[in-house]
């Protein structure tokens, strides 16, 4: 168990640039999350993948995020046209979901991204 | 709808003493109630969580947390603080039935004086 991944961990950017995450979860894990967290803040759920399936997106997941699981193991979350609103921690975390259905949830470090 | 109240924005507490960070929850029907803990420049931990059955969780490092239904409360304690124990804590909440998305509170820093 190496943990959950993420790359880059810093990444600055000019307004209107195109950036993309990369998360890399817990081998074996079937469930994938995006959150993004503002300072002072919690972290706040953008979107989520059992699988290679996107299950739920959160309305702060505006059209300019697209996220993909395309084989059901690592993950990308791109951002189009960036805004200086976009600047956050982009944090994602992974589980295996059991019959159960109190998985927990383990993140990774982070990608911080600035937007000048 | 779900929603988690920290109410501290700060902890401050001596080594060795005792200490509670509180939360506070609301969700229309029975929860599972998480807390993580975040360090600097970190992702967040995963500290202990509460199910069901028994109300009083233990968890890492020598944290529990104790599930209060009738006060919907699940605080976090640990009977001795240490000064590596300063951190950010965040307390979390979904609902037990069927997939739900796991809501955060803002979070409380929790400082540890030698």
């Known amino acids: 168990d190496t943990g959950v991944s993420q790359n880059p961990r810093h990444k600055i950017t000019k307004r209107g640039q195109n950036v993309t995450f990369r998360c890399d979860p817990i081998s074996e894990h079937n469930r994938l999350y995006w959150y993004r967290q503002t300072l002072g803040q919690g972290p706040e759920f953008l979107t989520y993948f059992q699988n290679e399936a996107q299950l739920e997106k959160s309305r702060l997941l505006s059209d300019r995020f697209s996220a993909e699981r395309p084989k059901g193991s690592f993950s990308t979350l791109e951002i189009q046209r960036t805004e200086q609103g976009d600047s956050a921690m982009y944090l994602c975390?992974?589980?295996?979901?059991?019959?159960?259905?109190?998985?927990?949830?383990?993140f990774g470090p982070g990608t911080r991204l600035t937007v000048l | 709808a779900q929603s988690v109240a920290q109410p501290e924005d700060q902890v401050n507490v001596a080594e060795g003493n005792p200490l509670t960070v509180k939360c506070t929850y609301s969700v229309s029907g029975n929860p599972y109630l998480f807390w993580y803990v975040q360090y600097p420049n970190r992702g967040l931990q995963f500290l202990l969580k509460?199910?069901?059955?028994?109300?009083l969780v233990k968890g890492s490092y020598g944290f529990e947390a104790e599930f209060n239904k009738s006060q919907t409360s699940f605080h976090l304690k640990k009977p001795s603080a240490l000064v590596s124990d300063s951190a950010l804590y965040f307390c979390a909440v979904r609902l037990n039935s069927g997939y739900s998305t796991l809501t955060f509170g803002k979070g409380t820093m929790l400082l540890v004086s030698p």
């Open positions: 509460y199910i069901t059955g028994d109300n």
């Open positions: 975390a992974s589980s295996l979901a059991s019959g159960t259905g109190y998985d927990t949830q383990y």
